[in-house]
């Protein structure tokens, strides 16, 4: 089973950027769409971010405007560079396949966004 490796969170300050990068095993990335997740304490995993195949990406309605997600083909990444960074972006970010369930679920990286 696959595994995805996310990396790159931290804590920010409210305004401040980010970038996370999601590192899987083998070729998923040009077999599957695959997205960014998140989950804050109390609420669901939602989806924030995803790309497909020919790399047409989709955001939620929360994150647009401030997120872009991209594929590194020369790193075989995915990754989610966040700015202007709201409290409300406080969450354990994961990334898997979109629809999840090509690959195990990581431990996700944590994003604090806080002053």
């Known amino acids: 089973q696959v595994q995805f490796v996310e990396s790159g969170g931290g804590l920010v300050q409210p305004g401040g950027s980010l970038t996370l990068s999601c590192a899987a095993s083998?070729?998923?990335?040009?077999?599957?769409?695959v997205g960014w997740y998140r989950q804050a304490p109390g609420t669901q995993r939602e989806l924030v971010a995803r790309?497909?195949?020919?790399?047409?990406?989709n955001y939620s309605d929360s994150v647009k405007g401030r997120f872009t997600i991209s594929r590194g083909f020369a790193t075989n990444t995915v990754n989610l560079q966040m700015n202007s960074l709201k409290p409300e972006d406080t969450a354990v970010y994961y990334c898997n396949s979109n629809p999840p369930g090509a690959g195990d679920w990581g431990q996700g990286t944590q994003v604090t966004v806080s002053s």
């Open positions: 083998g070729s998923i990335f040009s077999i599957y769409a």
């Open positions: 790309i497909t195949r020919s790399g047409i990406s």
